[in-house]
């Protein structure tokens, strides 16, 4: 990357060359905690308003630079990625911090869409060593598959933004991604006409979504290029011809050699193309005393 923002640091990350890291340096950390703290947290929640103006005190220090760079990553089919966190957890950077910080990222690139299982236009939620959820999400020692998100909502879901606030007693649980134009079966499932008939698309009681939605698993985007929308265990098959082609699929995108593997930092967000880029979690090793906490926020673009 060529580009050069006072403040910011910007690398190609170490196992992709399409996910752009971006740190930020101690500087501007120091220099948002004075607008930061203007606003708590349910102030954020309660006034939508609020979180646009913590985002543009964000870009202002980057002298409006951030902004374009990362709406030009994040809609780039080429990159469709990155990463950006605090360039060193130093004390002011606590969990409240990283809410704030991970909503004025997200505002900066488009507006979140209304998350049904927190109730608010983010979730928080912890993987622990027990757990009775009626989701993968919150599984921590079976592997969390490939997929994208929003796919059982009818909102637009163009991107998504996943932040680690905390970890403790942790090995595993590193961050799968796979860009489908590395996908070594994306010619051939892509090419399928089952994979752009129309799937019904359900979810369990705890997404609090009373409904369910039809559409295809691929799309094509303004240049034919493939673009998904799957998760693995949503799609209700209507007949064999769904069904396998559902499992050929699952089975060829976790077999794929080309996954990039990422242990995220404590802090670190990580911001993808919702249509190209899909994720998922290695499973942790077992321990008793187990906790992560993440944030997520995902949206659609401005127009």
């Known amino acids: 990357m060529n580009e050069k923002i006072h403040g910011f640091e910007i690398n190609v990350n170490e196992n992709s060359p399409r996910i752009i890291n971006i740190d930020i340096s101690d500087e501007i950390i120091n220099k948002l905690i004075f607008p930061f703290n203007k606003f708590d947290i349910t102030a954020l929640e309660y006034k939508p308003f609020t979180r646009f103006t913590i985002a543009k005190s964000l870009d202002d220090l980057s002298e409006n630079k951030l902004s374009k760079l990362i709406n030009k990553i994040i809609r780039d089919r080429n990159t469709g990625c990155f990463i950006i966190k605090p360039k060193n957890l130093i004390s002011k950077v606590d969990d409240s911090f990283l809410v704030k910080l991970s909503t004025a990222v997200a505002h900066l690139i488009g507006k979140p869409n209304h998350d049904s299982m927190a109730g608010k236009y983010y979730a928080r939620f912890h993987v622990k060593h027990e757990d009775k959820s009626d989701s993968y999400l919150r599984k921590a020692y079976i592997n969390m598959d490939l997929h994208t998100d929003g796919t059982y909502v009818k909102e637009k879901t163009d991107w998504l933004l996943m932040s680690k606030i905390e970890e403790k007693n942790v090995e595993g649980g590193e961050t799968a991604m796979l860009h489908l134009d590395d996908w070594e079966h994306c010619h051939e499932l892509f090419n399928d006409p089952v994979g752009k008939k129309e799937f019904l698309w359900s979810s369990p009681k705890s997404k609090n979504i009373d409904y369910k939605v039809e559409h295809p698993i691929f799309t094509n985007d303004e240049k034919?290029?493939?673009?998904?929308?799957?998760?693995?265990?949503?799609?209700?098959?209507?007949?064999?011809?769904?069904?396998?082609?559902?499992?050929?699929l699952?089975?060829?995108?976790?077999?794929?050699?080309?996954?990039?593997?990422?242990?995220?930092?404590?802090?670190?967000?990580?911001?993808?193309?919702?249509?190209?880029?899909?994720h998922g979690r290695r499973p942790f090793k077992e321990n008793k005393d187990l906790s992560r906490e993440l944030l997520r926020i995902r949206g659609h673009f401005f127009n």
Do not use: C, H
């Open 224 to 248: 034919g290029r493939a673009q998904i929308s799957y998760i693995d265990q949503f799609p209700e098959p209507k007949n064999m011809e769904q069904g396998i082609f559902l499992q050929k």
């Open 250 to 278: 699952s089975d060829s995108l976790e077999e794929s050699k080309n996954k990039v593997i990422t242990k995220l930092p404590i802090g670190s967000s990580i911001i993808a193309n919702n249509y190209f880029w899909l």
